[in-house]
């Protein structure tokens, strides 16, 4: 069984996080209103991924929904990926596993 890291999460200023300007999954403003409606229903559960620059590698959404709520801060993991490679990989498999589930509750 391959070790796995354990993150820690923690708190940053949501002003202080910058989006990903190559992040293909673009937000409508319908989804992020549906999205600051959840995250005020329910907290935000599900942390954002940074990396080393600060930058949004998993999570915009959330961080944009947050920000439209006027939350200070947001909960984030802080992720020292090994290469440029290995950040556009895992937000590829994020984005794909967002569009999997879309897909899968459409028909629920």
């Known amino acids: 069984m391959p070790f796995h890291k354990k993150y820690q999460s ?7 996080l910058n989006p990903n300007p190559c992040n ?12 600051a409606a ?14 080393t620059r600060l930058m949004i590698v998993a ?3 959330r961080w944009l929904a947050s920000k439209k709520l006027g939350f ?9 990926f090994t290469d ?6 895992f937000v590829l498999a994020s984005n794909r596993l967002s569009e999997i589930f879309l897909s899968s509750e459409r028909r629920i």
């Open 10 to 16: 923690k708190y940053l200023a949501t002003t202080s």
């Open 24 to 35: 293909a999954q673009k937000h409508s403003d319908k989804q992020i209103a549906q999205l």
């Open 38 to 51: 959840s995250i005020d229903a329910f907290d935000s559960l599900a942390p954002f991924v940074i990396d």
């Open 59 to 61: 999570g915009s959404g």
């Open 72 to 80: 200070p801060e947001g909960r984030l993991i802080h992720v020292k």
């Open 84 to 89: 440029e490679k290995q950040v556009v990989a």
